[in-house]
């Protein structure tokens, strides 16, 4: 239910930039294939950046990736990604450990988020 209300907004907005956390923190199979849904999706132009050009060195460029197949090469590399990040999760990473860390990078993003000083 979450998901589907996070979807509707970023498809309102028409983009979403999750770069460079996203590489970091979503490895969950539902999420990822939710965002490559969306992706692929023809009907609506929504940008993605949600890898950037600090993976450049694994082949992903800079290329913002939009659904209308404006850059193809940006959407397979988009594809080859989403791929990587699936294989992440295969149980050699302890979900505890990522929550700490992101619970320890973005205390002050949360806390204002939720208003607490």
């Known amino acids: 239910m979450v998901m589907d209300h996070?979807?509707?907004d970023i498809r309102k907005r028409g983009s979403f930039c999750y770069f460079p956390n996203f590489a970091d923190f979503v490895i969950e199979p539902d999420f990822l294939e939710?965002?490559?849904?969306?992706a692929n999706q023809e009907s609506k132009?929504?940008?993605?950046?949600?890898?950037?050009?600090?993976?450049?060195?694994?082949g992903i460029g800079s290329r913002r990736m939009a659904t209308r197949g404006v850059d193809?090469?940006?959407?397979?590399?988009?594809?080859?990604?989403?791929?990587?990040?699936?294989?992440?999760?295969d149980g050699s990473i302890?979900?505890?450990?990522?929550i700490h860390?992101?619970?320890?990078?973005?205390?002050?993003?949360?806390?204002?988020?939720?208003?607490v000083q």
């Open 94 to 98: 302890r979900i505890e450990n990522m």
């Open 45 to 58: 132009t929504v940008a993605l950046e949600l890898f950037g050009p600090g993976i450049a060195a694994s």
């Open 101 to 115: 860390k992101f619970l320890s990078l973005h205390a002050a993003d949360i806390l204002r988020c939720l208003d």
């Open 6 to 8: 996070i979807m509707a």
């Open 72 to 89: 193809k090469g940006a959407k397979n590399d988009f594809k080859h990604a989403m791929k990587r990040q699936m294989v992440r999760n």
């Open 34 to 38: 939710t965002f490559m849904f969306l």
